[in-house]
């Protein structure tokens, strides 16, 4: 007979083998997966990315699970447990409900090719910058800031996303309640016009090379913005590689403009020093 300490030594043994299973089958899938994008070419490249990406996470969340439960099996029965237990299935469904509700979501937005890896987003109207991790229950946004900004699936209310090959540029300054609308309409069609000017290089055109849209001042687009003033918006069409780039111009020349012209910004009724 087995002494008891020859046992548990096997039982560590055995896990250790499987967990080493685990990584194996986990690295074997990923490489299997990889290469078939690399011999395939019917998809484009940032949707093999953000598969990619997204297959890494599946596989790394299975092996782990897996082998947790295999720990479990150890102290529990668990075909006994889920068959007669219909009210802790119930309560564990009930407890766990964002959590699948963030899966279903997830899987959501990547089959209906609503993000990838590396667009540029929106999310929620205050969150801006690329994807840079596309995970089963979040997304991780690289803001242009530097943070890295992390959101779970079913706290995003609202997502922009430009499209491919063409994205737009919407840039605004919000003034006071008390500027006077006339001279700011002024201002912003200066701001527009300069942009015309000088970053006409970045604007997307069509096949005859006219702009697709050219810097317009698009009036006010917002009343009472978080009850501070109001939102006067200019935009364009901009080649996608572009847009970081001319996203940060048109908010430079915005910036001069009310500073040369002594608009009154929303944070500050008096601007006067």
């Known amino acids: 007979m087995l002494s008891l300490e020859s046992t548990e030594d096997f039982s560590y043994l055995k896990m250790i083998i499987v967990a080493l299973v685990i990584i194996a089958t986990v690295y074997i899938i990923r490489k299997s997966i990889k290469l078939f994008f690399d011999k395939t070419s019917f998809l484009d490249i940032k949707r093999e990315e953000t598969l990619m990406h997204f297959a890494n996470q599946v596989t790394k969340v299975l092996g782990i699970v897996i082998f947790i439960i ?10 006994r447990l889920l068959t007669g237990s219909v009210v802790l299935a119930s309560a564990l469904a009930l407890i766990l409900q964002h959590i699948i509700r963030d899966y279903i979501m997830g899987l959501t937005y990547l089959f209906e090719r609503q993000i990838h890896h590396g667009d540029q987003v ?60 006339d001279k700011a309409f002024e201002v912003m069609e200066e701001v527009a016009m300069t942009c015309n000017l000088k970053y006409s290089k970045y604007l997307l055109r069509d096949e005859n090379g006219f702009p697709l849209e050219n810097f317009k001042f698009n009036e006010i687009t917002e009343l009472n913005v978080d009850y ?28 001069i403009a009310a500073y040369e012209h002594d608009l009154m910004m929303a944070e500050s009724p008096d601007t006067s020093y």
């Open 122 to 181: 929106i999310i929620n109207g205050n969150r801006q910058g690329e994807i840079e991790e596309i995970s089963m229950r979040h997304l991780k946004i690289r803001q242009y800031d530097g943070y890295l900004y992390t959101v779970s699936y079913s706290n995003i209310n609202e997502l922009h996303n430009g499209n491919r090959g063409k994205r737009r540029v919407n840039e605004g300054l919000i003034l006071h309640y008390r500027q006077n609308p």
């Open 70 to 79: 295999y720990l479990l099996s150890h102290f529990f029965d668990f075909a």
């Open 228 to 255: 501070k003033g109001h939102r006067y918006s200019l935009s364009a069409l901009v080649k996608e590689d572009d847009y970081a780039e001319a996203s940060k111009k048109v908010r430079y020349e915005l910036a």
